[in-house]
């Protein structure tokens, strides 16, 4: 077999707990090699400027290629692309684009309403920063199809347009059965989409919040894997060890399939990812990925 790839998902701390948390987490899975790291924005794009600087810290403190997301929420055209152009200055070439989940005020019936004055999809978004620089740009992919889209033919022909935009790579909403990833990998290929697709691993540290993160993206939870997290509410222990178990389960079945590069939504914990990574075979190379 090809040697895994992997990619780490961050979240930007809200306090100074939250950042020690975090911090302790890029330590304990930098020297793993990840591909790159990304760090995400706030659903409404609230967390700009704590992005910016924990993307500023990981960049200046580590050797880690960095990906800040960036969205098309709560900002101009112009003022997206400046943001852009300030990481292009500060030595970044990798960007996830999305269009980011709107606030009320930017819904009708339900529905997303694009400001006039700004990027309006993901696809556009994409297309705006080719004029900034060649940046390596991620995009998300919803296998079950994202709650707006009404159908997974119609996600698909939205991810073709932000692949034919100029996006490299597709990271995937997280999913637990994994044949709904490989029938959407054979349904990517059909219709002529040509960027990596890597599927998005989400380590289940607390299942209500898994359930909560399932509805609001229309992820599936299965059956059978509520039956494995039932009645252990109060057996934090025991609840670790099972979703260990499920997501290594699931990674090497992926890996059987042919899938060599995996993108893991930390929540910034770094104990049941690394533990995933190295039952893939990854081990920690110090020398080459210190933390300051």
């Known amino acids: 077999m090809n040697p895994v790839k992997v990619s780490f998902e961050f979240f930007p701390p809200g306090d100074e707990s939250m950042g020690q948390q975090l911090w302790s987490c890029v330590q304990r899975l930098a020297p793993l090699q990840p591909e790159f790291v990304s760090v995400t924005y706030g659903a409404d794009g609230s967390t700009r400027s704590r992005t910016h600087e924990c993307v ?9 290629v960095v990906a800040p997301h960036l969205t098309c929420i709560g ?7 400046r943001i852009a152009e300030g990481y292009w200055r500060q030595g970044i070439r990798h960007l ?8 009320a005020a930017n819904l ?3 529905r997303y309403c694009p400001g006039a004055d700004g990027f309006a ?3 556009d978004l994409v297309a705006g920063l080719t004029g900034v620089g060649t940046f390596d740009v991620a995009v998300a992919a919803y296998p079950e199809g994202h709650p707006e889209s009404g159908s997974v033919d119609a996600d ?17 909403q997280f999913f637990f059965d994994t044949d709904v990833f490989l029938r959407y990998r054979d349904r990517c290929a059909a219709a002529g989409i040509r960027a990596n697709l890597v599927p998005g691993i989400l380590p289940i ?17 299965p059956a059978w894997l509520r039956q494995r997290f039932d009645g252990l509410d109060d057996d934090a222990e025991t609840r670790r060890m099972i979703a260990a178990n499920v997501a290594i389960e699931q990674v090497q079945s992926l890996r059987a399939q042919g899938v060599q590069e995996f993108h893991f939504y930390t929540l910034n ?5 690394y533990a995933i990574c190295h039952a893939l075979g990854l081990r920690p190379r110090v020398a080459e990925a210190q933390v300051a």
């Open 75 to 81: 900002a101009t055209r112009a003022e997206v692309l």
């Open 56 to 64: 500023l810290r990981i960049l200046r403190e580590t050797d880690l």
């Open 108 to 110: 009708s019936d339900g």
């Open 96 to 103: 996830v684009a999305l269009r980011g989940d709107p606030p």
């Open 205 to 221: 540290t607390r299942f209500p919040q898994l359930l909560r993160f399932a509805e609001r993206c229309g992820a599936t939870v």
């Open 121 to 123: 999809y993901a696809s």
């Open 156 to 172: 698909l022909d939205n991810l073709k347009r932000k692949v034919d935009a100029g996006a490299r790579r597709a990271i995937t």
């Open 269 to 273: 914990r770094a104990e049941l990812t």
